[in-house]
T-cell receptor
Framework: NAGVTQTPKFQVLKTGQSMTLQCAQD?????MSWYRQDPGMGLRLIHY???????DQGEVPNGYNVSRSTTEDFPLRLLSAAPSQTSVYFC?????????FGPGTRLTVL | GEDVEQSLFLSVREGDSSVINCTYT??????LYWYKQEPGAGLQLLTY?????DMKQDQRLTVLLNKKDKHLSLRIADTQTGDSAIYFC??????????????FGKGTKLSVIP
């Protein structure tokens, strides 16, 4: 199993640009989630999904959209990037018990 | 409330024991976790403890849980330079029918001095 994969690893955007952060898992996990990690803030939950076709907001959802058309994929969309969205983004998945994290995407918005 | 608090930094000498502390506020937490994040990497589950346990030992790692005080600690014996990382405490909270969320602390950066 590849586990949880994320692409790209690094990305630089200009303010107002849009992009999609990709996340995929091959463990048939129902639950997937997106976190952002900022210095001194720990991990904050952006959006999560308990299964294909079901998504819900986390602690900091504003400025982000998600969809879950398949069990494997859970992309995170930034429609109009802002400097406040400069962060490291982690995708995670689980069935029950242990939550597995991807390697992260480091995003810089200029 | 759903706050998990940790001190931000800890520095120890190689070979000494490290103790990383965490407090949480929600008494309904069922599991408490310790994750390790090495530089440039994602989070890796180190160990966890069920809320009806007081202690769990796993090789060099000892987790102590004081449920009355809502205090969790992670002790690393014989700390090595490879233990340098950020350690996150997390609590598991039921969020809906059959589902739960993890709430993370801000992380403790452990620096090991050779």
């Amino acid at each position: 199993n590849a586990g949880v994969t994320q692409t790209p690893k690094f990305q630089v955007l200009k303010t107002g640009q849009s992009m999609t952060l990709q996340c995929a898992q091959d463990m048939n996990h129902e639950y997937m989630s997106w976190y952002r990690q900022d210095p001194g803030m720990g991990l904050r939950l952006i959006h999560y999904s308990v299964g294909a076709g079901i998504t819900d907001q986390g602690e900091v959802p504003n400025g982000y959209n998600v969809s879950r058309s398949t069990t494997e994929d859970f992309p995170l969309r930034l429609l109009s990037a802002a400097p406040s969205q400069t962060s490291v983004y982690f995708c995670a998945s689980r069935r029950s018990g242990e939550q597995f994290f991807g390697p992260g995407t480091r995003l810089t918005v200029l | 409330g759903e706050d998990v608090e940790q001190s931000l930094f800890l520095s120890v000498r190689e070979g000494d024991s490290s103790v990383i502390n965490c407090t949480y506020t929600d008494s309904s937490s069922t599991y408490l976790y310790w994750y390790k994040q090495e530089p440039g990497a994602g989070l890796q589950l180190l160990t966890y403890i069920f809320s009806n346990m007081d202690m769990k030992q796993d090789q060099r790692l000892t987790v102590l849980l004081n449920k009355k005080d809502k205090h969790l600690s992670l002790r690393i014996a014989d700390t090595q330079t490879g233990d340098s990382a950020i350690y996150f405490c997390a609590e598991r909270l039921i969020s809906g029918a059959g589902s739960y969320q993890l709430t993370f602390g801000k992380g403790t950066k452990l620096s090991v001095i050779p």
